[in-house]
């Protein structure tokens, strides 16, 4: 599986953007997949996950009530809507997906394909 992120950007805080995150594969549909983040400095972070069915979406406390993750098996595709942004979640955003588990992860190390990440950057 290969995973390709896009939709990265400059916005100011308060602002919006909409990663889709696209995938090659006949598996995607059964995958779990999961949206992540690393600032530099700091350690890859986990922001939201969807289960293969599309239910059951898992955020982190930080971003929910203003991240929506959602998933299109048809086109191989998973979302991450991200509203009222603030400077602090300035970062390289990763979508990653998991083959192995059924339920959304948090855990870096339960995914097995990642993409190659887009720069989000939010000013103050």
């Known amino acids: 599986v290969q995973l390709q992120a896009c939709g990265g950007g400059l916005v100011q805080a308060g602002g919006f953007l909409r990663l889709p995150c696209a995938a090659s594969?006949?598996?995607?549909?059964?995958?779990?997949m999961g949206w992540f983040r690393q600032a530099p400095g700091k350690e890859r972070e986990f922001v939201a996950g969807i289960s293969w069915r599309g239910g059951s979406p898992y955020y982190a406390d930080s971003v929910k009530g203003r991240f929506t993750i959602s998933r299109d098996n048809a086109k191989n595709t998973v979302y991450l809507q991200m509203n009222r942004l603030k400077p602090e979640e300035t970062a390289v955003y990763y979508c990653?997906?998991?083959?192995?588990?059924?339920?959304?992860?948090?855990?870096?190390?339960?995914?097995?394909?990642w993409g190659q990440g887009t720069q989000v950057t939010v000013s103050s």
């Open positions: 594969g006949r598996s995607f549909s059964s995958y779990v």
């Open positions: 990653a997906a998991a083959r192995s588990i059924l339920a959304v992860s948090s855990t870096p190390s339960d995914y097995d394909y």
